[in-house]
């Protein structure tokens, strides 16, 4: 039986997640329980009008920083500065675009206008972290996440022009492994990552580096 959380703040473990990932049901998406589910290794994962589902998949796809790959096509992107990136200047317009972007073989988003709202609110207090990519005074691409301590949970990306969010993700490796960040959670495996280095490991493992790099 799936555990359906109540208003007591804690997480079942991890661990005891069903085969599909699923560790529990319900909550709600407040700052202190979204910490405190990065903390342990879950992330929530839910459509619109549905109930909260918290998962903690096995494997887990990761990028150890140092493995980063950058494609010869990529090269002439960063050689030729095509596009700009910032930091941390828009993250509810790259929120935004990540929820209303199209992408290719995905109908609709599961980024809801509740789970918009957390994440701005992450930001505020400091946690959730936004990527702008920028085409002069357009901005093409983008991504955001969570960072704790040395790790730095992805979770969503867009593109609106060729390679822009490849951009901006190979700028934030660069940037995260100069300042000590170890892993870069990136939770489902896509061949988009692997392509960039990321791999897939045993979920313990992963929960064994979460808890010495947060």
Request: charged share 20%; aromatic share 12%.
């Amino acid at each position: 039986m799936i555990p359906f959380l109540t208003k007591e703040l804690v997480f079942p473990s991890a661990e005891f997640a069903t085969e599909q990932g699923i560790v529990a049901v319900g909550g709600d998406l407040s700052p202190e329980r979204l910490l405190l589910a990065y903390k342990n290794g879950i992330f929530p994962w839910f459509n619109d009008g549905e109930p909260i589902i918290w998962w903690s998949l096995d494997p887990r796809m990761v990028l150890f920083p140092s493995k980063l790959k950058i494609s010869k096509s990529m090269r002439p992107y960063f050689n030729q500065a095509k596009y700009q990136v910032s930091y941390n200047q828009d993250f509810k317009a790259v929120i935004q675009a990540c929820k209303h972007v199209n992408r290719v073989g995905q109908e609709g988003t599961w980024i809801s206008d509740y789970m918009m709202a957390a994440y701005i609110r992450l930001h505020e207090l400091g946690w959730a972290h936004s990527v702008e990519v920028w085409d002069r005074s357009e901005l093409v691409g983008g991504l955001y996440g969570v960072r704790i301590g040395q790790v730095f949970c992805g979770e969503s990306m867009f593109s609106r022009k060729s390679n822009a969010s490849k951009f901006g993700f190979i700028s934030l490796v660069k940037k995260l492994e100069s300042e000590g960040v170890q892993m870069i959670d990136c939770q489902q495996e896509t061949a988009h990552l692997r392509s960039l280095g990321a791999e897939t490991i045993d979920k313990t493992e992963f929960l064994s580096l979460l808890k010495q790099w947060i």
